[in-house]
């Protein structure tokens, strides 16, 4: 019978009554004959409750410390889903993720999972146990417990999917998939029934915060079949029922996803443009000016370098909006001088928004529609950013909802994907 | 330099500002020069939280993932503890029962260690850290979690002192030591400086809480000198100047102690006696009565079998006083019949006062001395029961704080034990 691995978060966890509620589910797909391994979460709040203990000793704790309080969290929820099963009437067994044992490098509070060894869940499935494994944690060469940084729940159970070969990693989450846009801007969004691995990659990087983004790179690279779907609705079972539940991020370049030019529009308002104005054009300039923010641990987003009057350039550039007044102290203290720029001027009233589709490989245009949409409401594009399947742009921040909203309608994605093409 | 394993309860762990406490306590002796070891309980009420959670799922939660869950609580607090020693300065580093590994065996939620393998201990103490290594769990050899039972840290101190072979073990508590009797029943008690393996053995067993019993055999077994003292005083270091402080259990027969006839009085409320009546005397009556007693799991402490009247004998036992009705059902369902019994009587209120002493060995007249002290003050003795070091009375409860201060004053043990013998 088929093996599938089940995801649930923390909110799904929160409480004893919601725990039963999960064993309920769980036993469902068990007595249906399928074999499940279960990765839960830590009961929500919880990590953050004993990780402010730490804070309160000091303000930078030591990380292999913390890792050793932070997994204890998911032990507890574990073991307490395995007595839930039990009650349930299903013989089930919980492991730390030492246990199993799931492997990290050393990296502490931010580990990259380097193997799962399943013999010892293999062998309680056999049996006919369900298997409840920890996640966000791990261990490292040298015995020391290892967690996967916040979100890491998912990319440990599309891992522990990936080892044991599961036919499908379902991800139980608050919402039933992943959608065409934030419906709480655009009420016209489209719950997406397939999104190829590549595109939801491009929406994880670009703030859509339904699945960690190194899970999605998790799947990727093992090819597992991943679902993100609703844990307040009845599962569908057998599994072949929930074709049409959650989206299911997938790997066949079927003919439907080619048909798809673009499949969504992704946002943030958590972005800040610098420019660094008027700077002899000379080689090595870029590297002159992003060199010292990067060493500054500040992460650069777009890049845009203008040539203004003759031998001068404009060198534009965005980073997070937290990370603002840093660069800037770091630009006015080690680069000004450096480059000989004239002047530093900065814009935190910016949005980001971005169209994703892997049809855009294919099909030329989709840029221009894009433009052409905005201009035509009005708005001005700031900054440009284009890649295979995705073109990004920087506006301000009061014409983002517009944007997205008349972008959506633009591409017609409130309708059944295979009607866009033909506009372009 | 001299190594010692340092044990903190869960009232001295039980807060963020009292660890930062423990933390300091800890850095003196670092910074003295010693090599320490510091295994703490978690913090207070942290256990009884996890355990209610399960609780709430059903009544009878399985143990091993109860294991998983009531483990964590000192992973929590020794994970924290190393974070607070390393703002003190000191480099320090946490270890759960898994990772050094304390091996136990399969007993889940009262297991016995059966080795410690100190070698990554060793490794860090000889580079200068303080090692943290979480009480009152260990892993079995299939590779599960598993818990000492209440008062568990006790023994983890110990049994890691033994196979450190430390100078000494220091269990930290709120009480300064070893008493002759509760000072709260008898203000002139006196703290013992030294009491003997045996001794602690019977007062541990006999009631007094001061350290759970099997860690007093681990530190008779392994000869490890134990000492109680204060959490609430400033240490005094080096250990030498603690000779004063606390009270060390030790296993050498020096003079000192062979002076001490009675070292101190143990008292229990905890009792209730049982008589079956007139019961046929015949081989064979003892277990009758008392096997089924004890397939039902009750305790039996002392027994007593009196001819009554020709061929007929009472048969009295005592049991904890919360099993009494449960012990009456069972002679009443099972026993009555086969025996043959005319009735069952029962008496709860009733209270075990016991002296105790290595002296009793080597000195006859101390257990008359105990009764023509108790005869003296009017007080009927129920019951007696006897060991090499010990002799214990049942007597009525109303009785028991007369009982206590009259035999502390008889046996002279608010004085200096030299000065017993002389009585005798």
Tied chains: 1, 2.
């Excluded at 009554?17 to 036993?27: D, L, P, Q, S, T």
């Excluded at 089930?92 to 869940?121: E, F, M």
């Excluded at 054009?281 to 923010?293: M, N, R, T, V």
Aim: proline share 3%.
């Amino acid at each position: 019978m088929a093996l599938v691995v089940h995801k649930y978060g923390g909110t799904s966890m929160g409480s004893v009554e919601r725990i039963k509620n999960v064993a309920r589910r769980v036993a469902k797909w068990h007595r249906a004959g399928y074999q499940v391994v279960v990765v839960p979460s830590a009961m929500s709040g919880e990590t953050n409750r004993l990780l402010s203990l730490a804070k309160e000793l000091t303000v930078s704790p030591d990380r292999r410390e913390l890792d050793m309080i932070a997994a204890t969290g998911e032990q507890v929820s574990s073991a307490l889903l395995a007595i839930a099963l039990q009650s349930e009437g299903i013989a089930a067994r919980s492991y730390a993720g030492w246990q199993v044992p799931v492997i990290t490098d050393n990296s502490h509070t931010k580990a990259r999972i380097l193997s799962i060894n399943c013999d010892k869940v293999i062998s309680d499935l056999d049996q006919g146990r369900v298997v409840v494994i920890t996640g966000f944690q791990g261990v490292n060469s040298d015995g020391n417990v290892t967690t996967l940084g916040r979100g890491g729940s998912d990319t440990s159970a599309v891992a522990v999917a990936a080892s044991l070969k599961a036919k499908e990693c379902l991800i139980y989450t608050d919402v039933d998939g992943v959608y065409t846009t934030d419906p709480r801007v655009v009420p016209e969004a489209r719950r997406m029934s397939k999104v190829s691995f590549e595109e939801m990659l491009e929406m994880a990087s670009l703030g859509s915060k339904v699945l960690q983004i190194r899970s999605v790179e998790f799947a990727g690279k093992y090819c597992v079949p991943t679902r993100v779907l609703s844990s307040l609705t009845d599962p569908l079972i057998p599994l072949d029922q929930e074709i049409n539940s959650g989206t299911l991020i997938n790997f066949e370049d079927d003919d439907k996803m080619e048909a798809a030019v673009v499949s969504g529009i992704a946002f943030s308002r958590d972005e800040a443009k610098i420019t660094v104005m008027a700077v002899p054009d000379k080689p090595g300039i870029a590297h002159s000016i992003l060199g010292p923010i990067s060493a500054a641990n500040i992460e650069v987003d777009m890049i845009l370098q203008n040539q203004s009057v003759a031998e001068c350039t404009d060198f534009s550039f965005t980073v997070n909006r937290v990370d603002l007044q840093r660069a800037v102290e770091v630009l006015k203290n080690e680069v000004m001088d450096v480059v000989q720029a004239r002047e530093i001027s900065t814009d935190e009233k910016v949005a980001k928004v971005s169209i994703v589709g892997v049809g855009m490989r294919s099909h030329v245009g989709v840029a221009s529609l894009m433009f052409k949409t905005l201009s035509q409401e009005g708005i001005n594009i700031k900054m440009i950013s284009t890649s295979e399947i995705k073109t990004s742009v920087i506006i301000d921040d009061k014409y983002m909802e517009l944007a997205v909203r008349s972008l959506h309608k633009a591409f017609d994605l409130d309708k059944a994907p295979e009607s866009v093409t033909s506009k372009l």
